[in-house]
Protein backbone atom coordinates (compact mmCIF):
# COMPACT_ATOMS: atom_id res chain seq x y z
CA UNK A 1 0.00 0.00 0.00
CA UNK A 2 2.92 2.26 0.35
CA UNK A 3 4.30 1.54 -2.61
CA UNK A 4 1.78 2.34 -4.49
CA UNK A 5 0.79 5.63 -3.30
CA UNK A 6 4.97 6.22 -3.85
CA UNK A 7 4.98 4.70 -6.76
CA UNK A 8 1.89 7.55 -8.10
CA UNK A 9 3.30 10.38 -5.69
CA UNK A 10 7.00 10.41 -6.07
CA UNK A 11 7.59 7.94 -9.76
CA UNK A 12 5.13 9.45 -11.44
CA UNK A 13 3.87 12.52 -10.45
CA UNK A 14 7.53 14.04 -9.54
CA UNK A 15 9.32 11.94 -12.10
CA UNK A 16 11.47 10.11 -9.68
CA UNK A 17 13.23 7.47 -11.04
CA UNK A 18 12.32 3.59 -9.57
CA UNK A 19 15.54 2.44 -8.57
CA UNK A 20 16.03 6.00 -6.80
CA UNK A 21 12.45 6.09 -5.11
CA UNK A 22 13.13 2.07 -3.51
CA UNK A 23 15.95 1.34 -1.92
CA UNK A 24 17.52 -1.54 0.81
CA UNK A 25 16.21 0.63 4.04
CA UNK A 26 12.94 -0.23 2.86
CA UNK A 27 12.35 -4.14 3.93
CA UNK A 28 13.54 -2.77 7.63
CA UNK A 29 11.22 0.59 7.66
CA UNK A 30 8.74 1.18 9.48
CA UNK A 31 6.25 2.27 7.04
CA UNK A 32 2.88 4.97 8.67
CA UNK A 33 -0.05 4.29 6.09
CA UNK A 34 -3.36 6.63 6.37
CA UNK A 35 -6.50 5.65 5.32
CA UNK A 36 -9.73 8.41 4.13
CA UNK A 37 -12.51 6.59 3.63
CA UNK A 38 -11.44 2.81 2.91
CA UNK A 39 -9.02 4.32 0.30
CA UNK A 40 -5.34 4.55 1.04
CA UNK A 41 -4.29 8.38 0.79
CA UNK A 42 -0.97 8.59 2.80
CA UNK A 43 2.34 7.28 3.59
CA UNK A 44 5.96 8.10 5.87
CA UNK A 45 8.63 5.74 6.71
CA UNK A 46 11.08 5.59 9.22
CA UNK A 47 14.55 4.07 9.43
CA UNK A 48 17.49 3.85 11.24
CA UNK A 49 21.01 4.60 9.21
CA UNK A 50 24.37 5.59 10.79
CA UNK A 51 22.61 5.92 14.72
CA UNK A 52 19.97 8.50 13.08
CA UNK A 53 16.45 8.26 12.54
CA UNK A 54 15.36 9.12 9.59
CA UNK A 55 12.18 10.15 8.23
CA UNK A 56 11.28 10.43 4.95
CA UNK A 57 9.35 9.17 1.98
CA UNK A 58 6.02 11.12 2.92
CA UNK A 59 4.02 11.28 0.80
CA UNK A 60 -0.22 12.44 0.19
CA UNK A 61 -2.17 11.66 -2.82
CA UNK A 62 -2.95 14.58 -4.60
CA UNK A 63 -6.73 14.91 -3.70
CA UNK A 64 -6.37 14.72 0.15
CA UNK A 65 -3.37 17.45 0.08
CA UNK A 66 -3.97 19.89 3.02
CA UNK A 67 -6.14 17.93 4.94
CA UNK A 68 -4.14 17.04 7.93
CA UNK A 69 -3.04 13.94 6.22
CA UNK A 70 1.00 14.88 6.02
CA UNK A 71 0.77 16.75 9.19
CA UNK A 72 -0.78 13.55 10.88
CA UNK A 73 1.78 11.17 8.94
CA UNK A 74 5.02 13.48 10.22
CA UNK A 75 3.73 13.34 14.27
CA UNK A 76 3.31 10.15 13.95
CA UNK A 77 6.77 9.57 12.91
CA UNK A 78 8.21 11.73 15.18
CA UNK A 79 6.09 10.18 18.01
CA UNK A 80 7.70 6.86 16.86
CA UNK A 81 10.87 7.86 16.83
CA UNK A 82 10.98 9.39 20.12
CA UNK A 83 9.61 6.56 21.91
CA UNK A 84 11.68 3.52 20.22
CA UNK A 85 15.03 5.53 19.66
CA UNK A 86 14.66 8.25 22.14
CA UNK A 87 18.38 10.16 22.20
CA UNK A 88 19.03 9.35 18.36
CA UNK A 89 18.84 11.86 16.21
CA UNK A 90 15.76 12.58 13.87
CA UNK A 91 16.51 13.74 10.49
CA UNK A 92 15.16 14.30 7.08
CA UNK A 93 16.41 14.84 3.54
CA UNK A 94 13.19 17.57 2.69
CA UNK A 95 12.42 18.66 -0.55
CA UNK A 96 12.57 22.38 -0.60
CA UNK A 97 9.17 23.60 -1.25
CA UNK A 98 8.35 21.42 1.80
CA UNK A 99 10.86 22.89 3.84
CA UNK A 100 8.10 25.10 5.73
CA UNK A 101 6.12 22.08 6.10
CA UNK A 102 8.72 20.51 7.89
CA UNK A 103 9.72 23.66 10.43
CA UNK A 104 6.54 23.99 11.56
CA UNK A 105 6.98 20.38 13.99
CA UNK A 106 10.88 21.86 14.98
CA UNK A 107 12.70 20.44 11.85
CA UNK A 108 15.88 23.17 11.51
CA UNK A 109 17.59 22.97 8.50
CA UNK A 110 21.47 21.83 8.39
CA UNK A 111 23.81 22.08 5.54
CA UNK A 112 23.31 23.07 1.84
CA UNK A 113 20.61 22.58 -0.80
CA UNK A 114 21.33 19.01 -2.65
CA UNK A 115 20.02 17.97 -5.70
CA UNK A 116 18.26 14.16 -5.74
CA UNK A 117 16.73 12.63 -8.91
CA UNK A 118 16.32 16.13 -9.84
CA UNK A 119 14.75 17.71 -7.32
CA UNK A 120 16.52 20.30 -4.70
CA UNK A 121 16.51 18.84 -1.32
CA UNK A 122 17.88 20.02 2.35
CA UNK A 123 19.08 17.70 5.64
CA UNK A 124 16.36 18.84 8.20
CA UNK A 125 17.40 17.65 11.75
CA UNK A 126 14.27 18.05 14.36
CA UNK A 127 14.35 19.99 17.87
CA UNK A 128 11.98 19.13 19.90
Same mark, same amino acid.
Given at each position: ?? &?? @???? +? &??? $??? +? *?? =????? %?? =?????? !??? &?? #?? $? ?9 ? =? ?6 ? !????? *?????? @? #?? /? ?6 ? %? ?7 ? *? ?6 ? =? ?6 ? /?? &?? *? ?8 ? @? %? ?5 ? $??
Amino acid at each position: MA &FA @IREK +V &FVK $EQK +V *PH =DIEYD %EY =DKAALH !VIC &FM #GG $EVVGTGRMVII =DDEVKIGR !VAVMR *PYRGKG @I #GT /FIILRLIN %EAEFYFLGR *PIVANVQL =DAKDFYSK /FG &FK *PTGHVFTEAG @I %EHIQMVF $ES
